[in-house]
């Protein structure tokens, strides 16, 4: 089992920034491809970011790109989301998920994670 548990939203206006931060425990940490998705009201759980088990890649989508950017913290056994200029489309919920895998350098666009984290709200006002 791997317990996740995120922190780091808020409300904030348009055009600020916030840090999301995910910790990671009960398995080895390095392990797994770590993901954020996000989940608006009404609307299906949506791709975010992911990095490789090794940290050398990672993919974000159109939509945040440029904006967000993840990392993760072998040491301190996290994954973080950095997120810039939000926006009011921005507005969800945000999970932090894991994936266990054999390949180092893959990543994992899919929601088809093992684990996920109980989620953060995030809310952007304009």
């Known amino acids: 089992q791997v317990q996740l548990v995120e922190s780091g939203g808020g409300l904030v206006q348009a055009g600020d920034s916030l840090r999301l931060s995910c910790a990671a425990s009960?398995?080895?940490?390095?392990?797994?491809?770590m993901g954020w998705f996000r989940q608006a009201p009404g609307k299906e759980r949506e791709f975010v970011s992911s990095i490789s088990r090794s940290g050398r890649i990672t993919q974000t989508p159109g939509s945040v790109k440029g904006r967000f950017t993840i990392s993760r913290d072998y040491v301190k056994n996290t994954v973080d989301l950095q997120m810039n200029s939000l926006q009011p489309e921005d507005t969800a919920v945000y999970y932090c998920?894991?994936?266990?895998?054999?390949?180092?350098?893959?990543?994992?666009?899919?929601?088809?994670?093992?684990?996920w984290g109980q989620g953060t709200q995030v809310t952007v006002s304009s």
């Open positions: 998920a894991a994936k266990q895998t054999e390949r180092r350098d893959d990543i994992s666009t899919r929601p088809d994670y093992d684990y």
């Open positions: 009960g398995r080895t940490f390095s392990d797994y491809i």
